[in-house]
């Protein structure tokens, strides 16, 4: 039983435009939410996270929204860049830090 | 670079067969959790190691064993290998008061 699902499963995005990806999870034990950036043979890196008490984290270009109540949250991506081509994980972890990811999605940016 | 470490990088098996994978933390950190990552799919959680105990167990067979060493570091050991468990293996680091884990390159096994 998949404990977060991740959706679209791919996007294409113009240089300049926005990516959203959007994440929902179930249990209510989680309580710290990274998003993680993985190139084809690397591992997964730590892109950003946020806590279920704030509702939006923005570091640089992206930016995390948290709905507790909806058990949603979302990553965007702002200004998108051809580096920015990658795969993306959601994920939730417990106060142990185990991760729960969610299936991935695939950012293609063209030029 | 997240400074966790991992060999080897490729690792080619056959059904049946033992293998063993290597993880070195970053260092001062003293969590290592192990993921198995197949092709096109999110990694899932096989077990968590801290001083030397295991802390947590996914949803995967006794197959699948591990230990940690004094020096933080751990290896992954899965025996009878089957055609299914053909994947990257992640192993990632972290400090047991932070949820931050920092992820290796991965060991890519294939087995046939």
């Known amino acids: 039983q998949q404990q977060v699902k991740q959706s679209p499963q791919s996007l294409i995005v113009q240089k300049g435009g926005i990516s959203i990806i959007n994440c929902a999870y179930e249990?209510?034990?989680?309580?710290?939410f990274p998003w993680y950036q993985q190139f084809p043979g690397k591992g997964p890196a730590l892109l950003i996270a946020?806590?279920?008490?704030?509702s939006e984290k923005k570091e640089g270009r992206f930016t995390i929204s948290f709905n507790k109540s909806a058990k949603q949250f979302s990553l965007h991506i702002m200004d998108s860049q051809p580096g920015d081509s990658a795969t993306y994980f959601c994920?939730?972890?417990?106060?142990?830090?185990?991760?729960?990811f969610g299936a991935g999605t695939q950012v293609v940016v063209t030029p | 670079e997240t400074g966790v470490t991992q060999s080897p990088t490729h690792l080619i098996k056959t059904r049946g067969q033992q293998v063993t994978l290597r993880c070195s933390s970053q260092s001062g950190h003293n969590t290592v959790s192990w993921y198995q990552q197949a092709l096109g799919q999110g990694p899932q959680f096989i077990f968590q190691?801290?001083?030397?105990?295991?802390?947590g167990r996914g949803n995967f067979p006794p197959r699948f064993s591990g230990l940690q060493f004094p020096n933080y570091s751990s290896e992954l050991n899965v025996n009878a290998l089957e055609l299914d468990d053909s994947a990257l293996y992640l192993c990632?680091?972290?400090?047991?008061?932070?949820?931050?884990?920092?992820f290796g390159p991965g060991t890519r096994l294939l087995v046939l």
């Open positions: 249990n209510t034990a989680f309580d710290y």
């Open positions: 994920a939730a972890a417990d106060s142990w830090g185990k991760l729960q």
């Open positions: 946020i806590r279920p008490d704030v």
């Open positions: 190691y801290y001083r030397e105990e295991e802390n």
């Open positions: 990632a680091s972290s400090l047991r008061t932070e949820e931050t884990q920092y």
